[in-house]
Nanobody, 126 residues
Framework: QVQVVESGGGLVQAGGSLRLSCTAS????????MGWFRQAPGKEREGIVC????????YYIASATDRFSISRDNAKNTLYLQMNSLKPEDTAIYYC???????????????????WGQGTQVTVSS
């Protein structure tokens, strides 16, 4: 059974940094494309960035390109999201998602991904 579990969220002041992790089990991690999404209160879930098995990367949102960095360690079955220069508008629940093929279309649609974690809360205070 495929499971993905996020960790690393918390409360941080504006301008601070957080590193989210997503540990996967029940799969051959290198065979899966991965992505990070977030959902703010009262808003729809939005894609942030996705990564192929070979670390090809596509960003969904322009505001993340110079502040957020995705990476993966296939040997550790772990996905990361390094977030710098955080802003109050980054406050959301952050989700890790997996798709059962090595390459992600990265269309921005959450429906591409079949496996989701429970999310980790990120709160940025002003």
């Amino acid at each position: 059974q495929v499971q993905v579990v996020e960790s690393g969220g918390g409360l941080v002041q504006a301008g601070g940094s957080l590193r989210l992790s997503c540990t996967a089990s029940g799969l051959t991690f290198a065979d899966y494309g991965m992505g990070w999404f977030r959902q703010a209160p009262g808003k729809e879930r939005e894609g942030i960035v996705c990564i192929n098995w070979n670390e090809g990367i596509t960003y969904y949102i322009a505001s993340a390109t110079d502040r957020f960095s995705i990476s993966r360690d296939n040997a550790k079955n772990t996905l990361y999201l390094q977030m710098n220069s955080l802003k109050p508008e980054d406050t959301a629940i952050y989700y890790c998602a997996a798709v059962s093929r090595p390459f992600v279309y990265c269309s921005g649609s959450a429906s591409e991904f079949g496996y989701w974690g429970q999310g980790t809360q990120v709160t940025v205070s002003s």
